[in-house]
């Protein structure tokens, strides 16, 4: 339904609160300058300023306070105390997101496969299909790869060719049958990190069982196809980091001191691991107030860590109270379910009322706020123009803000929202 002049006004001075502070800041600001302007000028002046603006710039001034106060406690009421439509799919929902003025390729993981989508609803694609649920996917920093990490397995898929190539399982070959054996997985994979140069990537691998555990940390490189193993027979490494300006890994690791005999409470180790030979070596001890240095604290030391890959990496994410955009705009949900959105620095908007479901099997007693949400895994889209998110039932959802628009990307299981930003392959 289109909107009128005046909740089209209304919308505009919600999503600029902070323009109503300026308005009235500066009709004070006039006042102020008149009110010294006529105290502190000759007799005449002073006589024309009284009888000119004696009546009218006081009833401007007290009028204006009025409007401003009405105006702020109408805009309070509208978005914290007027109740927002529930979100319904044949009311609120468009059928297409083909409104969408935006061409993005959206990654989401569909249960046992990573598919891809414009998010103006064109173009699906089945990147990859497992035997089982897959986990998180790493892009390379160039685009050219990503790779997969499933239930037990890790894969690098080619995005021009959309190869895939199996680099890890913890599953055990049958010898004789020439099979997988079932119910044989002891462990798990993770720690995948990418190198700057797109061309080798690290991952750690953990077994155990009931007798023993192993941990193994593998740099795969790309030209060689082959996977080599850091040496290291004493320490145990985790959390590595590969560097921003040279072809080495580094690892941090801290240890509380004794006060009594050491000038600071704590020490961070750093070590190199040279790819080359892939064996630890000591670089620093860094004496330190924290029991973590800032990356500002290894940078002025000449150690250039890697931190880029993070934001090439995607999977599920546990549900936060709001999510920020490139732009500084807010999509939240509050205390009372409602699906909010914060333009400006200040002044939050209601948008949807989110149903809440009741998990099937789950005792009454235990029921919080009579369910789960029914949205989840709420991201903007690069640009801050759009949100992405799950919803239980429905499928993929995209919500323009600033609008409040809503439309029906796909009718998918969809979580892990992801995008490759720099290069279209």
């Known amino acids: 339904m289109e909107e009128t002049l005046i909740e089209k006004i209304v919308t505009f001075l919600s999503d600029h609160f902070e323009l109503l502070i300026f308005v009235n800041v500066s009709l004070a600001a006039m006042f102020i300058l008149v009110f010294v302007a006529v105290k502190l000028s000759d007799p005449r002046t002073r006589k024309f300023f009284h009888a000119t603006f004696r009546g009218t710039l006081f009833a401007i001034i007290i009028g204006g306070q009025i409007i401003f106060f009405a105006g702020l406690g109408h805009l309070y009421w509208k978005n914290y105390q007027k109740p927002a439509p529930r979100l319904e799919l044949t009311e609120n929902i468009i059928a297409t997101t083909h409104w969408v003025n935006d061409d993005t390729r959206i990654y989401f993981i569909d249960d046992n496969a990573l598919r891809s989508i414009e998010i103006n609803g064109k173009g699906l694609k089945d990147v990859f299909q497992a035997s089982e649920p897959v986990k998180e996917y790493f892009f390379s920093p160039d685009g050219a790869y990503i790779l997969i990490l499933t239930q037990n397995d890790l894969f690098l898929i080619d995005r021009e060719t959309n190869h895939d190539q199996l680099i890890e399982s913890l599953k055990k070959p049958n010898a004789q049958k020439g099979t997988e054996e079932k119910g044989s997985v002891s462990g798990s994979i993770g720690g995948v990190q990418w190198a700057p140069d797109s061309q080798k990537f690290v991952y750690e691998v953990a077994r155990w069982s009931k007798v023993s555990a192993q941990d193994n940390v593998y740099v795969y490189t790309l030209k060689d196809q082959a996977k080599r193993s850091i040496k290291s027979s004493t320490r145990r490494i985790s959390s590595l980091y590969w560097g921003r300006e040279d072809d080495n890994l580094y690892f941090l690791r801290h240890e509380a001191r004794d006060p009594s005999v050491s000038s600071s409470p704590f020490e961070v180790t750093v070590f190199r691991v040279p790819t080359s030979t892939l064996v630890p070596e000591l670089v620093t001890q860094i004496p330190f107030e924290k029991f973590s240095v800032p ?53 939050r908007r209601r948008l949807f009322k989110i149903p809440r479901e009741v998990k099937d099997g789950d005792t009454a007693r235990y029921h919080y706020k009579g369910g789960d949400l029914v949205i989840d895994d709420i991201r903007w889209v690069p640009g801050g123009r759009y949100v992405i998110m799950e919803h239980k039932y429905w499928g993929i959802l995209v919500l323009e803000p600033s609008t409040g628009k809503i439309g029906l990307l796909i009718q998918a299981k969809g979580r892990a929202f992801g995008w490759y930003q720099h290069r279209g392959i």
């Open 295 to 347: 990356i500002e604290g290894l940078d002025i030391r000449g150690i250039k860590l890697y931190f880029d890959g993070a934001k090439l990496s995607f999977g599920r994410i546990t549900r936060e109270d709001q999510a920020v955009s490139e732009n500084g705009s807010l999509i939240g949900v509050d205390e009372e379910d409602y699906l909010y959105f914060v333009n400006t620095k200040w002044f």
